[in-house]
């Protein structure tokens, strides 16, 4: 019995969120309401108070998933410190923009509106510490200050995934995945 239950909270709380980012892409933050969000999702308020506070702390819940499921993708984020080789990277980059593609509905509604810094900022803090692992500031960095290295990638890296995701990703994961590589490496970040 208590299987149906975790698949019916599941399933209750899928239709919840599928709910709150339809709304998200049509109209302002601000002016979604609960009862929209619950008219969409065929629930009542009731059960959407069950499962979150507010909508802000929906909206909380939504990236923070996000945002742990695209760690957990990417393969990138079980390398310890060591080199990384160019088939692994290439690989995990992959699984890391395959993620993006199955998820477009998340990724582009919290990226098109312009209200929801925190994603990007929370999206940032992520990239700005695996790379902050992988950079080496010898040769090419060197006499680099290794902060500003790593702020510029994490946004260059953010900045180019939002421009791939609202274009509507006109190029596949894997050329993806090859060409941000290839700029890793050129920053000597591996």
């Not at 108070?49 to 742990?68: G, M, R, V, W």
């Not at 290439?90 to 923009?97: D, N, Y």
């Not at 950079?135 to 060197?142: E, L, T």
């Amino acid at each position: 019995m208590e299987n149906k239950t975790d698949r019916r909270i599941l399933r209750t709380k899928k239709a919840i969120n599928g709910a709150f980012l339809e709304l998200f892409m049509e109209k302002e933050f601000d002016r979604i309401t609960i009862n929209d969000i619950s008219e969409r999702a065929d629930v009542n308020r009731g059960t959407f108070y069950l499962h979150y506070i507010d909508k802000h702390d929906l909206l909380d819940q939504c990236i923070d998933d996000h945002l742990n499921r695209m760690i957990n993708s990417c393969t990138f984020s079980k390398f310890t410190e060591e080199k990384v080789e160019m088939v692994e990277a290439i690989e995990a980059l992959k699984s890391l923009f395959i993620y993006f593609e199955e998820n477009f509905l998340f990724f582009s509604s919290m990226l098109s509106n312009k209200k929801t810094y925190v994603f990007r900022e929370r999206m940032l803090e992520f990239l700005s510490s695996a790379i902050q692992k992988k950079i080496h500031i010898q040769g090419i960095n060197q006499n680099m200050d290794k902060e500003l290295i790593v702020q510029f990638m994490a946004s260059a890296f953010v900045g180019t995934v939002e421009s791939w995701i609202l274009n509507r990703m006109p190029n596949s994961p894997q050329m993806m995945a090859e060409q941000i590589w290839t700029l890793f490496e050129r920053n000597d970040i591996q």
